[in-house]
Nanobody, 123 residues
């Protein structure tokens, strides 16, 4: 099973960006997917999580409103739409998969991780 993130890059404050995470080697319709991020010198933190059928979504309180997670099970791909980006959003963004139905925001609940994609927000 492999998770590959894409869509990162250098953007200016206030811009939007959409990240993608494509899963290969597994049909992930029943798996929860999540996005995490890690800034230099900081702990990896949760950004969003979505259940297998997309019906349940969780966000940490600190990020509600600017980030939106979604998925397209026909393409084995999850997405993270980010709007009004701020310099403090600069980090490596990782997608992760877990076989449980509940879209947890806990890092330890996730079994398989991608390599990450860098997002840099700077003027």
């Amino acid at each position: 099973v492999q998770l590959v993130e894409s869509g990162g890059g250098l953007v200016q404050p206030g811009d939007s960006l959409r990240l993608s995470c494509t899963v290969s080697g597994r049909t992930f319709n029943w798996d929860s997917m999540a996005w995490f991020r890690q800034a230099p010198g900081k702990e990896r933190e949760s950004v969003a999580a979505i259940s297998g059928n997309g019906a349940r979504i969780n966000y940490p309180n600190s990020l509600k409103g600017r980030f939106t997670i979604s998925r397209d099970n026909t393409k084995n791909t999850a997405f993270l739409q980010m709007t009004d980006l701020k310099p403090e959003d600069t980090a490596v963004y990782y997608c992760a998969l877990n076989s449980r139905s509940w879209p947890s925001l806990r890092r330890d609940d996730y079994d398989i991780w991608g390599q990450g994609t860098q997002v840099t927000v700077s003027s």
